[in-house]
């Protein structure tokens, strides 16, 4: 298995699969690894991150006009080039796409994991989930109206992705304060640009000064690095809104039931703004 060291940053995070109960506790193990000694960072270290991505918002906002409504960008911003200048975005024709929707169900049926440590009906589980969301309706009356044979497809696609999430997800005791889905929005050039993200997973309470917090995220498939991306995307936006980057991240892979743990380096967040800014840059010169 290919881990993290703590401080030391590495490429690859794949572990082999391995026995359930071993991996839950396994994953539980690497984020608690060296937590008496969480490292400090620079008290000016999110001013300097902010200063920099505010630069570029300024740039963006000259470009698209004060009046323009604002725009929300999140972490697929960082390799998506259809992301337009404008607000939130759909880019397929297709309002429900397979991968999408089943990302949905699979990321309701990880907060039910989380919650409870059980899931008994998969498919029924995360419909009534997302029946409370308003925004969902459409989607849940879309499922309800796939074929008998599609249907059976999408929930035995759905207990596979489950029984990794049991298998991976550990067990977290109240004092490490889990939330699930918790909403980031970081405001630039007087709230005309917003930086966005949602955490799968965040457990701990933020100190100042010290790295706390360790971020959970979930990928239900489609390319490892984007998902890792996605994470340091996050712990920037972490950053920004506590003023102290995450401890550690992991990253769960629902589909193939393997999973990477990583310390949180100030080499990560620069690569990060820089990516944005780059992307701001782009959106400020193109002709979308």
């Not at 009534?128 to 249907?151: G, K, N, Q, S, T």
């Not at 995220?217 to 690095?225: I, P, V, Y």
């Amino acid at each position: 298995m290919v881990l993290v060291a703590p401080r030391q940053e590495q490429a690859a995070l794949w572990s082999p699969p391995a026995p359930p109960a071993a991996a839950r506790d396994e994953v539980l193990a690497l984020l608690r690894d060296g937590s008496g000694q969480r490292p400090r960072f620079d008290p000016g270290l999110a001013g300097g991150l902010r200063a920099w991505l505010e630069d570029a918002a300024a740039e963006l906002v000259g470009w698209r006009g004060e009046e323009a409504p604002p725009l929300f960008l999140g972490p697929r911003l960082l390799w998506d080039e259809s992301v337009p200048a404008a607000g939130p975005f759909e880019t397929t024709e297709d309002p429900f796409p397979t991968d999408w929707v089943r990302s949905c169900l699979v990321r309701a049926l990880f907060v039910q994991v989380v919650a409870s440590g059980q899931v008994e009906d998969p498919l029924g589980d995360a419909l009534d989930a997302l029946r409370v969301d308003p925004a969902r309706r459409d989607m849940v009356r879309h499922i309800e109206e796939l074929p008998l044979e599609a249907r059976a497809a999408l929930a035995a696609s759905l207990r596979i992705h489950v029984e990794n999430l049991m298998n991976l997800t550990p067990r977290f005791a109240a004092g490490w304060l889990p939330r699930t889905r918790d909403r980031v929005a970081i405001p630039l050039a007087g709230g005309r640009v917003v930086l966005s993200g949602v955490f799968d997973l965040l457990v701990g309470a933020p100190v100042p000064g010290r790295a706390t917090l360790c971020a959970l995220g979930l990928t239900t498939g489609g390319r490892w690095a984007q998902a890792r991306t996605g994470l340091h995307y996050l712990a920037l936006l972490e950053t920004l809104r506590s003023g102290t980057p995450p401890f550690r991240l992991a990253l769960l892979h629902s589909a193939a039931g393997r999973y990477g743990v990583e310390d949180v380096l100030e080499e990560h967040l620069r690569t990060i703004v820089s990516h944005v800014v780059a992307r701001m840059s782009a959106l400020g010169g193109s002709d979308a």
